[in-house]
C-alpha cells in the first residue's frame, strides 16, 4: 500500500475573508454557491466583471466562521483588493494570510485528519487533497 504524498503549492496565496457578513458577502459577488461551500467544505469560483469577463478564479475553502479563498500567488493582491472595493458596509475583513497559511496537496490517499489546518476535497478532482496548513 503507497502511503500519502503532499507536496507544498509555493506558487499559491491564501486570502481570508471573515466577519459577521462573510458567507452573504461572498454569496452576492463570486460565481459559487457558498451555501454549497458551507456543506462540501470547498468550491471552485470567480470573480466577474459586470459583463460576465472572468477577473480572478481561485478555490474556496470554509474554515469555521471564515472562508479561504486559494488564488495564484500574481493575483493575490489584486483579488484581495477588488474584494475590499467592494466590500463597502459589510462587515467582513479581507486579508492576506499566505504569511501564515500555505496550500498543499496530498495525493496517493488522504492526509492523517490530525494535520493542522483545514482539509478538503478538490473540487476539480476527486482524487487529490488540499490543504491549507499552518506554517512552521
Not at 471564515?66 to 493582491?77: F, G
Request: net charge neutral; glycine share 8%.
Amino acid at each position: 500500500m503507497t502511503k500519502p504524498q503532499f507536496a507544498e503549492l509555493p506558487s499559491r496565496g491564501v486570502i481570508r475573508v471573515s466577519g459577521p457578513d462573510a458567507q452573504h458577502f461572498l454569496q452576492n459577488l463570486i460565481t459559487a454557491d457558498v451555501g454549497d461551500i458551507d456543506k462540501r467544505g470547498a468550491g471552485f469560483g470567480a470573480l466577474l466583471t459586470p459583463q460576465g469577463k472572468i477577473l480572478f478564479d481561485f478555490l474556496i475553502l470554509k474554515d469555521g466562521d471564515s472562508y479561504l479563498l486559494d488564488t495564484p500567488d500574481e493575483t493575490l493582491a489584486d483579488l484581495a483588493k477588488r474584494l475590499t472595493f467592494y466590500k463597502l458596509r459589510s462587515k467582513v475583513d479581507v486579508e492576506d494570510a499566505s504569511a501564515d497559511l500555505g496550500v498543499f496537496a496530498c495525493w496517493n490517499g488522504a492526509p492523517p485528519k490530525d494535520l493542522p489546518g483545514v482539509q478538503a476535497e478538490d473540487p476539480r478532482r476527486s482524487r487529490s487533497r488540499l490543504a491549507p496548513h499552518r506554517r512552521s
